[in-house]
Structures are given as C-alpha cells and as structure tokens.
C-alpha cells in the first residue's frame, strides 16, 4: 500500500522539491502503519527520515520509487507471425463447377466458408474453423473477415480466378438469393475496407435489384452512374436511379435526379419516368393521347391499375389484348387478373391466370382465389404455400428495412392469411350445413323415383 501510495505522489509530482511538499499524508500513513505492528523493509528505513524531517533521504526514497516505477516490467509482447495460404485449396474449392441447384450453392457457399477460416493468414481466425464446420452460423458470421484476410495474401492469378469465381455466381441462373445476398454484403465490405473487389458496378446494381436489395442497389446504381460518360447509358442510368429513390420512398430525390438530368445532360423526360416517379394521372393522360397498342397500351393498363381504376381496366384490357405482343401480355397478365378478380369476372380471370407463372406470387395467389372461389379447397391450400415460398426471399431482403418499404410485401402475406381463414370459414360452414340438412330415409323408394310411378299410367 506504502509503495502504491509513493508512487502515486512520485507520479503525480513534477518535480522533486513539490513531490516532498506532497509528503505529509505519506508520513501519516507511516505512523498509521507503525500503530498497527506492521513491518516493511523500505518503511524501516524511511521511519527514522520521515520522523526527522530529513528531506535529502525522503527525496531519494523518491528517486528510487521512480526508477522502479519507470522501468516497464515485461517487454511488449510480439505481434505473432502471419501463416503461410495455400492458394491451391481456394482455387480448387472455389473454381466454378457444376452447381445447378440450390442445394449446391448452399454447400459450396458453405465449404468456401470454412476453408477460408481454415486457410486464412490469422491465427486467430484459423483457429475458428474448427468450431466454424460443426456450427455453421459462426462461419457465416466470420466470412467477410475471413475473406479480407485471406484477399489480402493472394496474388494476381489467384485473386482474378476469385474474381470470375464470384461473377459467375452472380449472373447464374440457378444461384438463389441466399448466396446472392451474403456475397452482394461481401462487396460492400471489401469496398468499405478500402480493397473493392473487381466486379462492375452494373452486375452488382442489377444483382441487388433482382434480390429486392433496394438500398444496395441505388449504391451500386450510383457508382455506376459516376463512371458511365455515354449519353444512352446516362438515360438508362437515371431511369433506374429514379425507380430505386421511388421504391426508397425518397420521391425529393427522384425529382432531383430528373432535373439534373435534364441540367447536365439534356435528357427528355420519359413516359416510364413519370410512372416511376407515381405521377400516374399525368401519365395516363399522355397515353391515352397514344395510340392504343404496344408499350403504350401496356403503360396504360399499368396506370389503371395503380388508379385502382378496375373495371376500366378491364374494359381496355379486351380493347388493347389483341394489339400486344406475347412478351407484353405476360407482363400485363397480373394487371388483368386483378381488374377480372375485382368485377367478379371469374371466367375471364381464370383464362388471364393461366399465363401468370405458378412460382411466382400473382400465380400461386390468383390461382388460390379461383380455386377458393371453385370450392377446391385443397387446391387452394396448395396454391397458398406455393405463394407464401415465392414472397419469402422478397420479405428476407427487407426485414431489416423501414416499414415504408416493407408495406407491400406484408400486405400480400396478409393477404395469404386472409384466404386461408376464407377457406377454414368456408369448410367450417358447410360442415356445419352439413349436418343441420335432413337426413335421407334408409330404405324405400326416393322421391324422384315415386314422382315418376305417379306420372306413369303404367305403374
């Protein structure tokens, strides 16, 4: 305690004749000490000079409190060394093969994982990758990390076979949005890092828009905005610019993109433009001044529908059908089905739901209503589930995102809930129909049968 307390005063004193000054509680401490039968070495020998007032012999007790506290008592530990990579595992794990399903971009995305665990220059980080394969969400936690560190001991070959590696599973058709989204996260955290991975701007902008990864869309729209100088491409770019600030329900900076594009590159103002922007009547007063056929038709009928104007839908869907190419009239089959579905055109809807895929959410929950409405309610389970998988990556993209955002894609899961309690209420009821109906006789002739021998002179 004596030692602490000296070399707190030793410390704190900026020079010798003030941390003598400071000595008075030291002293009383010392008495303290001696009233309690405590014995110290150094306090022995301090006792006699505390008691005299003997300054030179209190200042180098000092002194030497100071060398001792200033002499660092172990040497800063060394920083441990990095482990060599074997590059040739990586390349042979992450090299493109045959994966065609999901179920094969799950694994692969799972292996690469664990190996860059394994194989990373931390020693640290390889300790984890043992851990890592029994449980796999600590490698999918560690596997941006991992990545960096393994990124940064590569050399040029083995880093752009990387590079392809990743490209190839961003433009494949069978990678699913459960690798999309991890690797779409990767290329942020690499380009935050100061070492942005290879990869145009434009295959991760597209990437995130197919995911419904809105945000990180507009990111990668924005930097590809930036480094695109052809005048088409521009267009092109603040078209997508606009649609993602719309989606971000940020409709200021939309308007904003607009008129700068007007400013610096004397674009004109596009039909879709206003459409994504939601000005919807002053679209569909421009097209319906159009000739009523092709894209025009098509940007019709989809302002109808964001007017909630059904039944005129419905009305220039049998007008324009016929003018549409088969491409526009799959794009335009949902818009269809929802006017038909809200005027109670059953046939009708049941003839425009057949070009709808059944994997999609218009598909599995049109088919649904239909089945519903044909009293399948079995069928219509089906198509409920088939529907609710198909609306799952969109709701994963966006848990994290506001409510605002997120609306659209809860208001079709509500919707999914609200036919699968229609169907419970309607199986309920006409059980309970069912049941309070009159029951047949057993035995004997029916009624249709005694209405005919009554008719007949014969019997």
């Not at 480094?227 to 770019?237: D, Q, T």
Request: some cysteine; proline content about 7%; overall charge neutral.
């Amino acid at each position: 305690l004596l030692e602490g307390h000296l070399s707190r005063e030793a410390f704190r004193a900026a020079t010798l004749p003030r941390a003598i000054s400071r000595l008075d509680s030291t002293c009383r401490l010392l008495r303290r000490l001696d009233e309690l039968g405590l014995s110290w070495p150094r306090y022995e020998r301090l006792v006699p000079a505390a008691l005299a007032n003997d300054t030179p012999a209190l200042g180098e007790v000092l002194r030497q409190t100071l060398r001792v506290v200033s002499r660092p008592d172990e040497q800063p530990t060394a920083r441990p060394q990095k482990l060599a990579v074997k590059q040739s595992a990586l390349t042979w794990l992450w090299e493109s093969r045959a994966r065609t399903t999901k179920d094969d971009w799950l694994e692969w995305m799972s292996r690469l994982a664990v190996e860059l665990l394994r194989e990373s220059p931390a020693p640290a980080l390889r300790a984890c990758a043992p851990v890592a394969q029994m449980h796999p969400p600590l490698a999918r936690r560690l596997f941006q990390v991992a990545f960096l560190a393994c990124w940064a001991e590569l050399d040029g070959t083995a880093r752009a076979s990387l590079v392809a590696s990743l490209e190839a599973a961003f433009v494949s058709p069978s990678t699913p949005p459960e690798i999309l989204l991890p690797l779409l996260a990767l290329s942020e955290f690499m380009e935050r890092n100061d070492h942005p991975l290879p990869i145009p701007a434009r295959t991760l902008a597209d990437v995130a828009t197919q995911c419904g990864a809105t945000s990180k869309a507009l990111h990668f729209r924005e930097a590809e905005f930036h480094s695109c100088r052809a005048p088409l491409g521009s267009a092109r770019l603040v078209e997508a610019l606009v649609y993602l600030h719309n989606n971000l329900k940020q409709p200021e900076a939309a308007l904003g993109v607009l008129q700068a594009a007007q400013e610096h590159y004397a674009l004109q103002v596009k039909l879709s433009w206003l459409e994504k922007l939601g000005r919807w009547h002053d679209a569909l007063q421009v097209y319906e001044r159009s000739p009523p056929r092709g894209e025009f038709a098509l940007g019709r009928l989809r302002c109808l529908s964001a007017l909630s104007e059904w039944s005129q839908l419905a009305r220039a869907s049998e007008a324009v059908w016929q003018h549409m190419s088969h491409p526009q009239q799959l794009e335009a089959a949902p818009l269809v089905a929802a006017a038909r579905w809200h005027c109670q055109q059953w046939e009708a809807m049941e003839l425009v739901a057949r070009l709808i895929p059944s994997d999609t959410y218009e598909g599995g929950f049109y088919r649904a209503v239909l089945a519903t409405h044909r009293r399948r309610y079995e069928a219509a389970r089906g198509w409920v589930d088939r529907a609710r998988s198909a609306l799952h990556p969109e709701l994963r993209a966006i848990a994290s995102d506001t409510y605002s955002r997120a609306h659209a894609p809860l208001v079709h899961a509500q919707q999914l809930s609200e036919v699968e309690e229609l169907i419970e209420y309607r199986v309920l009821q006409e059980g309970l129909a069912a049941r309070r109906a009159p029951a047949r006789p057993l035995d004997g002739p029916s009624h249709a049968v005694r209405a005919a021998a009554a008719s007949d002179p014969l019997a």
